[in-house]
């Protein structure tokens, strides 16, 4: 079982640009939420995601976008990037009725 | 949100007992405490739960006061492998979102 994996590692964008990050959850997994990790914070919810539709999102502006796949793997888009939006993007994989979360290593994001 | 309180930082020496204290006097009848921790370059991982009761597994201990007001991790022999910021939360629901604080960012000495 490969766990949840996240994809690419590592991303340079510049302000304006827009990015997808990818995210493979663990195997049998249905759930996928996305959180935001600034440096020397927790991470922050931005979404949620199950049965290929938004369950819950948290205080981020609609410039933040998912999908989730028949296969239950899920994409954050974000649009019109600021430098703000340098980060560590985690995803976190889940069955729709467990108390756990099972995060990935992350991607980090830095915008120029 | 619910709100948790912990301190920002506590050092322990190596093969000694850790108790990572958490208050979260805001606490409902229905939240669960969980606590995670997230080693350096890495996504955070889970390491304990519970409701009422104390809670043991593999990994740590959960002690939670009789009224839930405040909860205490123990990992009974720290190693070096157990440095890492550890994240006290409550979750009502299953569905429901983590909120992650600052956490307690835990340094062992050897």
């Known amino acids: 079982d490969a766990g949840v994996t996240q994809s690419p590692t590592h991303l340079i964008k510049t302000r304006g640009q827009q990015v997808t990050l990818r995210c493979s959850p663990k195997s049998g997994h249905d759930t996928v939420s996305w959180y935001q990790q600034a440096l020397g914070q927790g991470p922050q919810f931005i979404f949620q995601?199950?049965?290929?539709?938004?369950?819950q999102r948290g205080n981020f502006p609609d410039r933040f976008s998912g999908h989730q796949f028949p296969n239950y793997s899920s994409e954050l888009n974000v649009n019109a990037l600021l430098l703000g939006d340098s980060a560590l993007y985690l995803c976190a994989s889940s069955l729709d009725d467990a108390e756990t979360q099972y995060f990935g290593p992350g991607t980090r994001l830095l915008v120029l | 949100d619910a709100k948790t309180t912990q301190p920002n930082s506590m050092e322990s020496n190596e093969e000694e007992p850790v108790h990572l204290p958490c208050n979260h006097s805001?606490?409902?009848?229905?939240?669960?405490i969980h606590w995670y921790r997230q080693l350096p370059s890495q996504g955070p991982e889970y390491v304990i739960h519970?409701?009422?009761s104390n809670v043991n597994n593999r990994m740590a201990s959960l002690a939670i006061a009789e009224d839930r007001k405040s909860s205490t991790l123990i990992l009974h022999r720290a190693t070096l492998r157990d440095a890492a910021v550890y994240y006290c939360?409550?979750?009502?629901?299953?569905?429901?979102?983590?909120?992650f604080g600052t956490g307690t960012s835990l340094t062992v000495i050897p």
């Open positions: 805001t606490i409902s009848g229905t939240d669960y």
């Open positions: 939360i409550l979750r009502d629901e299953v569905w429901d979102q983590f909120y």
């Open positions: 995601y199950y049965e290929e539709e938004e369950r």
């Open positions: 519970g409701l009422t």
